[in-house]
């Protein structure tokens, strides 16, 4: 255990925090071992992944515990199918290449997305018209409250945009260990719908895509516009895409015609990048922080030298003034601590 220690290498912002005190588990045993550590010496948890989608506005004043759990494991379901349960501490994209070089089908719409195994059903991740939910199985998790291990299925997860019942009721009780997948062995469900993925497709000259070819795509249109937080600080998308009423979209499309929207029954989701670039923050910085010169929905650490405070800050001026100009009210999808 280290104290005092830095978590700058720990969140994908790069925000230069102190944990009181920090300790990476490799194992169960450890994880176990941490935690009532914690509990005798009255001290608050947090628990890293990889780090690419929390905020860190302050020092944290108990034991921040990286979770390095690592093991990939496989069970053939039939010719077709396969579980593939992979534990927590497993980098995200990582997984996905091996996904892929065993020609797994399923998760390649994922390509690079930053963080971990254990965290993608935190948020359900999803990119290019795919989420987790499309080929999750289950996940086991440890209790903290009364440290047994539990398994959630599917429907146990509760996955909606962006959303699962592990940042709702179940929030903070549960540590997700290992996550089941299931992916295909032969008959891979290509999904090229969004629009970017087949224009990508068109310019590699590719007319019958295979799942390789298809991350390959996903992984030059996101080199293409988001960030790396290997050389920019961001945590991706920093505010979910907002949901309005179809009459509150029909209102603002009488007064900005050309205001992008996805309707689905008597709702509209509105790209929060589009909204943020119309108000003028497209590339904007403020001291140590900028909204991403490429997609206006990234905040980024443009100097390396922000605080959380200054980031924080600078997303609500940003909620300010979609507020103001559209009246609609950006939700941060960034864990803010
Ligand atoms: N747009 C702008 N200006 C911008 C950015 C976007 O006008 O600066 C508009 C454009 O009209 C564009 C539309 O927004 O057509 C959608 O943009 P994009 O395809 O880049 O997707 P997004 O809605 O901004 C979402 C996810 C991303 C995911 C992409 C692709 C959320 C919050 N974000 O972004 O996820 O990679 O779709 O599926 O849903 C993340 O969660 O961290 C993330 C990067």
């Not at 991706?236 to 907002?242: D, E, I, V, Y």
């Not at 997609?295 to 443009?302: K, M, P, R, S, T």
């Amino acid at each position: 255990m280290q104290e005092n220690f830095s978590l700058k290498p720990y969140n994908t912002f790069g925000v230069d925090v102190k944990a009181k005190y920090f300790i990476e588990v490799q194992t169960l045993e450890e994880l176990r071992d941490a935690i009532h550590y914690s509990k005798n010496h009255d001290l608050h948890i947090l628990f890293l992944g990889g780090g690419s989608n929390i905020l860190l506005t302050k020092d944290f004043e108990g034991l921040a515990i990286k979770l390095s759990l690592k093991g990939i494991d496989e069970k053939d379901l039939n010719d077709n199918e396969i579980l593939v349960t992979t534990k927590a501490g497993e980098n995200w994209h990582e997984f996905v290449m091996y996904s892929l070089e065993k020609n797994y089908g399923g998760l390649e719409n994922l390509s690079l997305i930053p963080g971990n195994v254990g965290t993608s059903p935190m948020q359900n991740i999803g990119a290019y018209g795919t989420e987790i939910k499309d080929i999750f199985v289950s996940c086991s998790v440890l209790d903290l409250e009364n440290l047994e291990l539990k398994t959630f299925n599917l429907e146990d997860c509760r996955f909606g945009y962006r959303d699962s019942i592990f940042k709702q009721e179940g929030k903070g009780r549960y540590v997700i260990l290992e996550v089941t997948f299931k992916l295909t062995k032969k008959d891979h469900h290509i999904k090229t719908e969004y629009g970017a993925i087949k224009t990508e497709l068109e310019n590699l000259g590719i007319s019958h895509p295979t799942i390789q070819d298809v991350s390959k795509a996903v992984i030059n249109i996101r080199q293409s516009k988001l960030p790396d937080p290997k050389e920019t600080g961001n945590a991706g998308s920093f505010f979910k895409n907002p949901t309005i009423p179809l009459a509150q979209f029909e209102d603002l499309k009488r007064k900005f015609e050309n205001i992008p929207g996805y309707p689905n029954g008597d709702v509209v989701k509105v790209p929060a990048g589009w909204l943020i670039e119309q108000c003028g923050w497209k590339g904007k910085q403020i001291g140590n922080v900028a909204s991403h010169k490429l997609q206006a929905l990234v905040i980024v650490n443009a100097t390396e030298n922000a605080t959380g405070k200054e980031i924080y800050d600078f997303s609500t001026a940003i909620i300010n003034s979609v507020q103001e100009k559209f009246g609609i009210e950006l939700e941060r999808e960034v864990n803010i601590l």
